[in-house]
């Protein structure tokens, strides 16, 4: 399991197959547990990202690591990653060839892994995962889209300037891992939302 996730991690650090390989300065790969009940999927590396080529370290990563503590959680017991793996210029959001052409890292990461649930960090993971937009209005839900489980809440950096936000965040993530505990007791979740295949 940890010799593949190395595997992927080498090819998308040495990847150029889209365009935003020309502008980055580091690839950032997934980081955390092999054996995680959940990956956190984010957008895009961002500039901190990008200069030291690990997944949400800069400001937003802070709070997603303090909405993790609240829940009595630490990041290096998750799988946290992002849906293209280069920094977009001026951060702006990654275009559909550049998802679509970087999604075959992720799904191996999925692959690999095998989470018991997908927590997905705003708009652009919403769109790219599940089709969906407006994430405000679908957060804390529970999606299953080819037997899979994905948890929706707001990307970490929409509370960086709306302290509200930073709340909603909290409970959210503290419904996740309420979630991830009953399903490891084999206990029913509720689904709000199926996905037809
Ligand atoms: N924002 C993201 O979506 N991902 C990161 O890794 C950092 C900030
Ligand atoms: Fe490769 Fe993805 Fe980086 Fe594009 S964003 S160069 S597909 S790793």
Partial sequence: MEKKLQGIKKKVIECTKCELSATRNNA???????????IFVGEAPG???????EPFIGVAGNKLSTALESAGISRNEVYITNIVKCRPPKNRVPTAIERNTCQNYLKKEIEII?????????????????DGKE???????????????????IHPAATIYNQKLISVLKKDIKKLF????????????????????
């Fill in 28 to 38: 950032v790969p997934g980081k955390g547990n092999y054996k995680s009940d959940v």
């Fill in 47 to 53: 500039k901190n990202e990008d200069m030291k080529g």
């Fill in 114 to 130: 095998n989470p018991k649930i997908i927590c997905v960090l705003g708009n652009t993971a919403f769109n790219s995962l599940l």
């Fill in 135 to 153: 994430i405000i209005k679908f957060r804390g839900k529970v999606v299953r889209k080819n037997n899979q489980l994905y948890f929706l809440t």
């Fill in 178 to 197: 309420k979630l991830i505990q009953k399903i490891k007791e084999g206990k029913k979740v509720k689904i709000d939302i199926e996905h037809m295949p």
